[in-house]
């Protein structure tokens, strides 16, 4: 059974970087049927999309934090990432690391992960 | 990219059915046919319901059922159950693989 595990630090300091790592076991990332994500949830709000990648390297994001974030793929360590730079209050949220398709079927998710960004 | 508009409550009785609207542009649930549903309990990861507009993944009760029209997505739930009062979420493919989510809808069962 997949299973997917966010970790890295809960508590950010503001202008700095939050840096996730996704764990993925019971399966491969080097899939050609899946796309990896990352969609975060700020406290009480909804669902936001932050970006996807293939496991050739090919990454997708959206387009309000393209210019802040990375994601990585680790394929030796079946692992990905997240990279987001000069993190504000505004980026407090649970960040969800997940498996999903190109058109948006998002059949697996970790079980998220609170980052605060507070000094 | 502003987020697909969804009512931000909804609620039914026992037995009864409700729909959640989801609404877009021509540019997302308009264009492609790639509408997803999701259900989340507080303080627990969202659960597929729907995937491609109608498609029901294993496991999931067929007392969820969706459909589109035109630039508007919907999710209906017949036979309401106690277990149904949760938060729902749409999802669109938006192109170039990129995706959109709705603001999230809090269903109450009375």
């Known amino acids: 059974q997949l299973q997917l595990q966010e970790s890295g630090p809960g508590l950010v300091k503001p202008s700095e970087t939050l840096s996730l790592t996704c764990t993925v076991s019971g399966g491969s990332i080097n899939s050609v049927s899946y796309y990896w994500g990352w969609i975060r949830q700020p406290p009480g709000k909804g669902l936001e999309w932050i970006g996807s990648?293939?496991?050739?390297?090919?990454?997708y994001y959206n387009p309000s934090l393209k210019s802040r974030v990375t994601i990585s793929v680790y394929t030796s360590k079946n692992q990905f990432s997240l990279k987001m730079i000069s993190v504000t209050a505004a980026d407090t949220a649970v960040y969800y690391c997940a498996r999903l398709n190109e058109v948006g079927r998002v059949d697996n998710w970790g079980q998220g992960t609170l980052v605060t960004v507070s000094s | 990219q502003s987020a697909l508009t969804q009512p931000a409550s909804v609620s039914g009785s026992p037995g009864q059915s409700i729909t959640i609207s989801c609404t877009g542009t021509s540019s997302d649930v308009g264009s492609y046919n790639f509408v997803s549903w999701y259900q989340q309990y507080p303080g627990k990861a969202p659960k597929l319901m729907i995937y491609e507009g109608s498609k029901r993944p294993s496991g999931v009760s067929n007392r969820f059922s969706g459909s589109k029209s035109g630039n508007t997505a919907s999710l209906t739930i017949s036979g309401l159950q106690a277990e149904d009062e949760a938060d729902y979420y749409c999802c669109s493919y938006a192109g170039s693989s990129t995706l959109i989510f709705g603001g999230g809808t809090k269903l109450t069962v009375l």
């Open positions: 990648m293939y496991y050739s390297g090919s990454t």
